[in-house]
């Protein structure tokens, strides 16, 4: 069945610096991508989406882009902060259903 | 507007005791789901309602059932709870239009124990 993996937390960082969260996916036909962010303490938030191959989805300075020949979907942000702190998720839907499924959850912790 | 919301927010339980999960959400969505996420899973879909009188299992719906009252509504009930029930539950609801992409929308969860 369909599937995403991603890369084991939790990542540290010292604010300023750059960020890469891999994603790779599973799937059968052609599932639109997204990343998740959940702050401590609340709900699930969508950061960013693409619906197609070589989209670019792009939100808060962060960035990701649908790689059909690599099935993959990382997410980046150039120059992280504080507030960033959260745990990511990627997840991938099946256009029919909408039903999630979802990566394990990067927790991301940037330092001042 | 509210978005999504689940009461309780916190419950403990004990063995074999039932108890039923309320979600609304007031975007005049279609669909609603139930997820549980546990340490190093992520979320994992227990049922979902693609419309008002519809009902489907997802990947771990054992121990659950749900009822979609109305179209605002959609409840998750466990009968006879058990310590592997213990987990993070969270609502969420989309459109579900499938000529556009549909966000889905959560809710602040349900943090359940049961001992």
Known sequence: ?112 | NAGVTQTPKFQVLKTGQSMTLQCAQDMNHNSMYWYRQDPGMGLRLIYYSASEGTTDKGEVPNGYNVSRLNKREFSLRLESAAPSQTSVYFCASSVLDRAIYNEQFFGPGTRLTVL
């Open chain 1, 1 to 112: 069945g369909d599937s995403v993996t991603q890369m084991e937390g939790p990542v540290t960082l010292s604010e300023e610096a750059f960020l890469t969260i891999n994603c790779t996916y599973t799937a059968t036909g052609y599932p639109s991508l997204f990343w998740y962010v959940q702050y401590p303490g609340e709900g699930l938030q969508l950061l960013l989406k693409a619906t197609k191959a070589d989209d670019k989805g792009s939100n808060k300075g962060f960035e990701a882009t649908y790689r059909k020949e690599t099935t993959s979907f990382h997410l980046e942000k150039g120059s992280v902060q504080v507030s960033d702190s959260a745990v990511y998720f990627c997840a991938l839907s099946d256009r029919n259903t909408d039903k999630l499924i979802f990566g394990t959850g990067t927790r991301l912790q940037v330092f001042p």
